[in-house]
Protein backbone atom coordinates (compact mmCIF):
# COMPACT_ATOMS: atom_id res chain seq x y z
CA UNK A 1 0.00 0.00 0.00
CA UNK A 2 2.90 2.43 0.19
CA UNK A 3 4.66 1.99 -2.80
CA UNK A 4 1.23 3.90 -4.59
CA UNK A 5 1.23 6.69 -2.18
CA UNK A 6 5.04 6.88 -2.30
CA UNK A 7 4.71 6.94 -6.09
CA UNK A 8 1.66 9.19 -5.90
CA UNK A 9 3.66 11.96 -3.77
CA UNK A 10 6.46 11.99 -6.51
CA UNK A 11 3.77 12.65 -9.27
CA UNK A 12 2.30 15.48 -7.43
CA UNK A 13 5.14 18.48 -7.44
CA UNK A 14 5.94 17.28 -11.07
CA UNK A 15 2.35 17.42 -12.22
CA UNK A 16 2.08 21.13 -10.85
CA UNK A 17 5.51 22.14 -12.23
CA UNK A 18 4.46 20.90 -15.83
CA UNK A 19 3.75 23.24 -19.06
CA UNK A 20 0.50 24.36 -20.05
CA UNK A 21 -0.98 21.67 -22.72
CA UNK A 22 -2.63 23.78 -25.92
CA UNK A 23 -4.79 22.22 -28.19
CA UNK A 24 -6.39 22.75 -31.69
CA UNK A 25 -9.16 21.11 -33.80
CA UNK A 26 -9.73 21.70 -37.69
CA UNK A 27 -11.76 20.28 -40.13
CA UNK A 28 -11.27 20.21 -43.71
CA UNK A 29 -13.43 18.22 -46.88
CA UNK A 30 -11.21 16.60 -48.58
CA UNK A 31 -14.07 15.11 -51.42
CA UNK A 32 -12.53 14.44 -54.71
CA UNK A 33 -13.76 17.43 -57.36
CA UNK A 34 -13.55 14.09 -59.92
CA UNK A 35 -15.37 10.46 -59.55
CA UNK A 36 -12.40 8.06 -58.96
CA UNK A 37 -11.76 4.59 -59.23
CA UNK A 38 -12.57 3.19 -55.47
CA UNK A 39 -9.71 2.51 -52.93
CA UNK A 40 -9.37 -1.21 -52.52
CA UNK A 41 -11.21 -2.20 -55.69
CA UNK A 42 -8.44 -3.20 -58.09
CA UNK A 43 -9.66 -6.61 -58.76
CA UNK A 44 -12.83 -5.67 -60.00
CA UNK A 45 -13.53 -3.65 -63.26
CA UNK A 46 -16.39 -1.89 -62.12
CA UNK A 47 -15.08 1.55 -63.47
CA UNK A 48 -14.87 4.77 -61.27
CA UNK A 49 -17.34 6.15 -58.59
CA UNK A 50 -20.48 6.78 -60.17
CA UNK A 51 -21.49 9.48 -56.63
CA UNK A 52 -21.24 11.03 -53.65
CA UNK A 53 -22.45 9.57 -50.61
CA UNK A 54 -21.07 11.46 -47.63
CA UNK A 55 -18.39 14.02 -48.50
CA UNK A 56 -14.73 12.75 -46.59
CA UNK A 57 -12.87 15.17 -44.22
CA UNK A 58 -9.51 15.27 -42.68
CA UNK A 59 -9.48 16.46 -39.00
CA UNK A 60 -6.40 17.52 -36.99
CA UNK A 61 -5.53 17.62 -33.50
CA UNK A 62 -2.48 20.06 -32.45
CA UNK A 63 -1.36 20.03 -28.64
CA UNK A 64 1.50 22.15 -27.83
CA UNK A 65 3.18 22.21 -24.34
CA UNK A 66 6.53 24.37 -23.64
CA UNK A 67 8.18 23.88 -26.95
CA UNK A 68 7.02 20.73 -28.10
CA UNK A 69 4.53 20.16 -30.63
CA UNK A 70 2.52 17.78 -32.90
CA UNK A 71 -0.39 17.18 -35.14
CA UNK A 72 -2.89 14.03 -35.29
CA UNK A 73 -4.10 13.85 -38.49
CA UNK A 74 -7.07 11.47 -39.57
CA UNK A 75 -8.57 10.91 -42.87
CA UNK A 76 -11.68 9.36 -44.46
CA UNK A 77 -9.43 7.48 -46.99
CA UNK A 78 -7.98 3.77 -47.63
CA UNK A 79 -4.56 5.36 -47.14
CA UNK A 80 -2.46 8.16 -46.59
CA UNK A 81 1.31 8.28 -46.75
CA UNK A 82 3.08 11.78 -47.75
CA UNK A 83 6.55 13.11 -47.21
CA UNK A 84 5.44 16.12 -48.43
CA UNK A 85 2.55 17.30 -46.01
CA UNK A 86 5.47 16.24 -43.10
CA UNK A 87 8.05 18.16 -44.57
CA UNK A 88 5.21 21.36 -45.01
CA UNK A 89 3.83 20.86 -41.99
CA UNK A 90 7.78 21.03 -40.02
CA UNK A 91 8.89 23.83 -42.16
CA UNK A 92 5.64 25.88 -42.38
CA UNK A 93 3.77 25.51 -39.12
CA UNK A 94 6.55 24.48 -36.78
CA UNK A 95 5.62 21.01 -36.27
CA UNK A 96 7.86 18.73 -36.16
CA UNK A 97 5.60 15.58 -35.44
CA UNK A 98 3.06 14.80 -37.91
CA UNK A 99 0.85 11.43 -37.06
CA UNK A 100 -1.30 10.33 -40.27
CA UNK A 101 -4.26 7.92 -39.60
CA UNK A 102 -6.72 6.65 -42.30
CA UNK A 103 -9.70 4.86 -41.65
CA UNK A 104 -8.92 2.54 -44.19
CA UNK A 105 -12.45 3.03 -46.07
CA UNK A 106 -13.30 1.16 -49.04
CA UNK A 107 -15.62 4.36 -49.63
CA UNK A 108 -12.85 6.87 -50.69
CA UNK A 109 -10.53 7.28 -53.84
CA UNK A 110 -7.62 5.32 -54.80
CA UNK A 111 -5.48 8.08 -55.72
CA UNK A 112 -1.74 7.27 -54.43
CA UNK A 113 0.74 6.63 -56.58
CA UNK A 114 2.36 3.32 -54.85
CA UNK A 115 0.88 0.21 -53.67
CA UNK A 116 -1.01 -2.93 -55.31
CA UNK A 117 -2.96 -0.96 -57.55
CA UNK A 118 -0.80 2.70 -58.22
CA UNK A 119 -3.11 5.32 -58.88
CA UNK A 120 -1.79 7.46 -62.30
CA UNK A 121 -4.06 9.58 -63.56
CA UNK A 122 -4.40 13.17 -63.87
CA UNK A 123 -7.48 13.17 -61.54
CA UNK A 124 -5.19 10.73 -59.07
CA UNK A 125 -2.30 13.34 -58.78
CA UNK A 126 -4.67 16.44 -58.67
CA UNK A 127 -6.38 14.39 -55.69
CA UNK A 128 -3.48 13.81 -53.80
CA UNK A 129 -2.01 17.92 -54.43
CA UNK A 130 -6.13 18.66 -52.92
CA UNK A 131 -4.91 16.45 -49.63
CA UNK A 132 -1.58 17.92 -48.95
CA UNK A 133 -2.92 21.12 -49.52
CA UNK A 134 -5.64 21.25 -47.87
CA UNK A 135 -5.26 24.24 -45.60
CA UNK A 136 -5.71 26.08 -49.06
CA UNK A 137 -9.22 25.23 -48.83
CA UNK A 138 -9.22 21.35 -50.00
CA UNK A 139 -11.12 20.66 -52.71
CA UNK A 140 -10.95 22.35 -56.38
CA UNK A 141 -14.90 22.56 -56.82
Known amino acids: MRAPIC ?13 E ?35 LFAKV ?24 LRRDVASKLGIPVLLLSASHTHSAPAFLPFGSAPATSDDARAHLADVEHSDRGGRRR
Open 7 to 19: LLALLVPAAASAA
Open 61 to 84: LVLETGDSRMALVTTDLGSLVSDN
Open 21 to 55: LKAGIARVEITPSAFMSMYGYSNRKCGPANGTHDP
